[in-house]
C-alpha cells in the first residue's frame, strides 16, 4: 500500500482529551511498573555476554504486547539478536496501516562508567527515571502499549482505527546488521501506508518538535601503499612517491575553499532546502555558544551560505574519520612509510544515492593519487536518507496529536544521523515519520540516561490521539 493511493480529508476537530489524560493518569503507576521491570533485563546487542538477556528481552516485549491486546505477536529470529513483530488489525477496511519502529537492545553500562545508581535497576528522582535504555529506546517503544489502549478505551472502539503493527529490532546499538534482511524477507506482513519511528527526540522540554528528516550514510576506508617496505628518507626521500604524504593530500583535497565537499558527482540530485524549511529552523530558539559547549569545541564552521542547523541536518558532509601512516613512536624514525590510511564518513541528505556516492568516491580517490602510490578502497554499507514532505497527511496528524497533547504548536526539526528506519522506507516503498519525546539532556549511551515522566506521557497520549486522527483523517478511498 502506497500514501499516494490515500485521501485527505479536512482537519479534525479536538475531542475530549480529558478522557484520555484520566485514563493514563489511572493506569500510569502499572505502565510504570512494567517498564521498570522491563529495564531490568540488561538486553545489551554488543556483547555476546548478554545474548541470553536480548532474547529474554524480545521474550518479554512479545508477551506483554499480547497482553496488551494484539492478537498476533511473534518473536523474529535473525543470524543476530531476535526482532518482535505485533499485528492489531483495525474493524475498518479503509484504514491505513502503520508500521511502528522502535529497538529493544541498549548500549552497555556499568556502575563504574559514572552511573550514580544501578543501571539495570531502574530508580525514579525528581519525576526522571534513571536506566539504560530509558530513553533509548525501550521508553519510547512502551508508551505505544498504553497509548493504543487508552485509544481503545476512550473511543468505545475494540480494534484500533488504523492497521496497527510494531516492528521492533534486537540489533539496533549494534548497528542493525541483519535488519534490511529481515525487512526484504518479511516485506509483505510489513506491507504499510507509513512508517512512524520512536527512537528520536524533541528539541526541548518545552519546545515540541517533530523531526522531518534523518541522513543517510556512505563509509570507507583507503589503505595507500608504497614502497614494499619503510625506507630511509634520506636514501630514497624526494625520488619515490610517500603514501602518508598521498594520504594528506587525499584528505586536504576533500573539500574546496568553500567547504564544499569537491568529490564530482557527490551533490547529484540533493533536494535543496526550501524558503519555508529555512525559515521554520530559523523559528527553533537555537543558541550557537551553548550548542558549541555541548559540542566542546570553539568555533563553527562548514559549508558557506548555511547556518549551524542547516548544516548539522539538511546539507551532505564529508569527514575525515581517521588518518595514519608512518612512524608514532617517541622521538624521530626517518623513513619513507610502506603505507598509510584514511577513514572517511559521507552524510547524505535526500536525493542523494549511495551507490552513486560510492562510485563517484572511487574515481575521485583514484584520480588524486599519484603514479608509484596503489591503494585499495573499503566501503563498509551503507544507509540511506529519508525525508517527510511537511505536507504529507501522515505527518499532518502527527503534528496534530503532538500539538494536543502539548496544548502549543509543535515545531520542525532534522536529526543529522542515520538509522536502520531508510531501509523500511526503501524495502516497503513507503514515508518514514518521527515520533519521539526524548530530549537532548537524557544522556542517550551516557551515563545516567534518563526519561522525563511528564514526557514519557506526553508520548503515551499523542498516540492515543493519533490512531484515532490517522484512522478518520487519512483513509482509502472507496
Known amino acids: 500500500m502506497r500514501a499516494d493511493r490515500l485521501v485527505t480529508m479536512s482537519q479534525p476537530v479536538d475531542s475530549a482529551v480529558s478522557a484520555v489524560r484520566t485514563y493514563i493518569a489511572?493506569?500510569?503507576?502499572?505502565?510504570?511498573?512494567?517498564?521498570?521491570?522491563?529495564?531490568?533485563?540488561?538486553?545489551?546487542?554488543?556483547?555476546?555476554?548478554?545474548?541470553?538477556?536480548?532474547?529474554?528481552?524480545?521474550?518479554?516485549?512479545?508477551?506483554?504486547?499480547?497482553?496488551?491486546?494484539?492478537?498476533?505477536?511473534?518473536?523474529?529470529?535473525?543470524?543476530?539478536?531476535?526482532?518482535?513483530?505485533?499485528?492489531?488489525?483495525?474493524?475498518?477496511?479503509?484504514?491505513?496501516?502503520?508500521?511502528?519502529?522502535?529497538?529493544?537492545?541498549v548500549q552497555p553500562a556499568a556502575r563504574e562508567d559514572g552511573w550514580d545508581s544501578d543501571p539495570f535497576e531502574p530508580v525514579v528522582r525528581e519525576n526522571r527515571l534513571y536506566a539504560r535504555?530509558?530513553?533509548?529506546?525501550?521508553?519510547?517503544?512502551?508508551?505505544?502499549?498504553?497509548?493504543?489502549?487508552?485509544?481503545l478505551a476512550t473511543t468505545g472502539r475494540t480494534a484500533p482505527a488504523v492497521h496497527l503493527k510494531l516492528l521492533i529490532e534486537g540489533e539496533e546499538e549494534s548497528g542493525s546488521p541483519h535488519f534490511r534482511a529481515l525487512a526484504e524477507q518479511h516485506s509483505a506482513r510489513l506491507a504499510a501506508d507509513a512508517v512512524i519511528v520512536s527512537d528520536t527526540g524533541m528539541w526541548s522540554e518545552d519546545v515540541p518538535t517533530v523531526c522531518t528528516g534523518m541522513r543517510g550514510l556512505v563509509e570507507c576506508e583507503i589503505r595507500l601503499f608504497g614502497p614494499d617496505q619503510d625506507i630511509h628518507?634520506?636514501?630514497?626521500?624526494?625520488?619515490?612517491?610517500?603514501?602518508?604524504?598521498a594520504a594528506a593530500r587525499l584528505v586536504a583535497a576533500l573539500h574546496d575553499e568553500h567547504a564544499r565537499v569537491a568529490i564530482p558527482g557527490f551533490y547529484d540530485g540533493i533536494v535543496?532546502?526550501?524558503?519555508?524549511?529555512?525559515?521554520?529552523?530559523?523559528?527553533?530558539?537555537?543558541?550557537?555558544?551553548?550548542?558549541?559547549?555541548?559540542?566542546?569545541?570553539?568555533?563553527?564552521?562548514?559549508?558557506?551560505?548555511?547556518?549551524?542547523?542547516?548544516?548539522?541536518?539538511a546539507r551532505p558532509t564529508a569527514e575525515v574519520n581517521g588518518i595514519s601512516g608512518g612512524y608514532q613512536g617517541p622521538g624521530s624514525k626517518t623513513i619513507i612509510p610502506s603505507s598509510a590510511m584514511v577513514k572517511l564518513s559521507f552524510r547524505l541528505v535526500a536525493g542523494q544515492d549511495p551507490d552513486h556516492v560510492e562510485k563517484a568516491?572511487?574515481?575521485?580517490?583514484?584520480?588524486?593519487?599519484?603514479?608509484?602510490?596503489?591503494?585499495?578502497?573499503?566501503?563498509?554499507?551503507?544507509?540511506?536518507?529519508?525525508?517527510?514532505?511537511?505536507?504529507?497527511?501522515?505527518?499532518?496528524?502527527?503534528?496534530?496529536?503532538?500539538?494536543?497533547?502539548?496544548?502549543?504548536?509543535?515545531?520542525?526539526?532534522?536529526e543529522g544521523g542515520?538509522?536502520?528506519?531508510?531501509?523500511?522506507?526503501?524495502?516497503?516503498?513507503?514515508?518514514?515519520?518521527?515520533?519521539?519525546?526524548?530530549?537532548?539532556?537524557?544522556?542517550?549511551?551516557?551515563?545516567?540516561e534518563k526519561v522525563e515522566l511528564d514526557l514519557l506521557l506526553k508520548g503515551v497520549e499523542i498516540t492515543a490521539y493519533l490512531w484515532a486522527d490517522l484512522g478518520e483523517y487519512w483513509r482509502h478511498a472507496p
Not at 75 to 95: I, L, N
Not at 137 to 146: A, E
Request: proline share 8%.
Open 26 to 105: 489511572q493506569h500510569r503507576a502499572a505502565f510504570l511498573d512494567d517498564l521498570a521491570e522491563w529495564l531490568r533485563i540488561p538486553s545489551v546487542s554488543a556483547q555476546p555476554d548478554h545474548a541470553p538477556d536480548v532474547r529474554r528481552s524480545a521474550d518479554w516485549l512479545a508477551a506483554k504486547l499480547r497482553e496488551t491486546g494484539f492478537p498476533t505477536t511473534e518473536v523474529w529470529e535473525t543470524p543476530g539478536a531476535p526482532a518482535v513483530f505485533a499485528e492489531w488489525p483495525s474493524d475498518d477496511p479503509r484504514a491505513p496501516t502503520v508500521v511502528v519502529y522502535g529497538h529493544h537492545d
Open 133 to 151: 535504555g530509558a530513553a533509548d529506546d525501550k521508553g519510547q517503544v512502551f508508551f505505544h502499549t498504553l497509548g493504543v489502549r487508552a485509544h
Open 233 to 245: 628518507s634520506g636514501s630514497f626521500g624526494g625520488a619515490v612517491p610517500n603514501p602518508a604524504t
Open 272 to 313: 535543496e532546502l526550501t524558503d519555508r524549511e529555512r525559515a521554520l529552523f530559523a523559528e527553533l530558539p537555537f543558541d550557537e555558544q551553548q550548542w558549541l559547549s555541548t559540542a566542546k569545541s570553539y568555533g563553527t564552521h562548514g559549508e558557506a551560505g548555511h547556518t549551524t542547523l542547516e548544516r548539522i541536518w
Open 361 to 414: 568516491v572511487r574515481e575521485w580517490a583514484a584520480e588524486q593519487l599519484s603514479a608509484g602510490i596503489r591503494h585499495e578502497i573499503t566501503f563498509t554499507g551503507s544507509t540511506r536518507p529519508c525525508l517527510t514532505p511537511l505536507d504529507h497527511p501522515a505527518l499532518q496528524s502527527v503534528v496534530r496529536a503532538m500539538g494536543r497533547a502539548f496544548d502549543q504548536p509543535v515545531r520542525f526539526t532534522r
Open 418 to 448: 542515520s538509522g536502520p528506519a531508510a531501509d523500511l522506507q526503501e524495502v516497503l516503498g513507503t514515508p518514514v515519520l518521527f515520533l519521539g519525546i526524548s530530549v537532548p539532556s537524557d544522556g542517550w549511551h551516557a551515563p545516567n
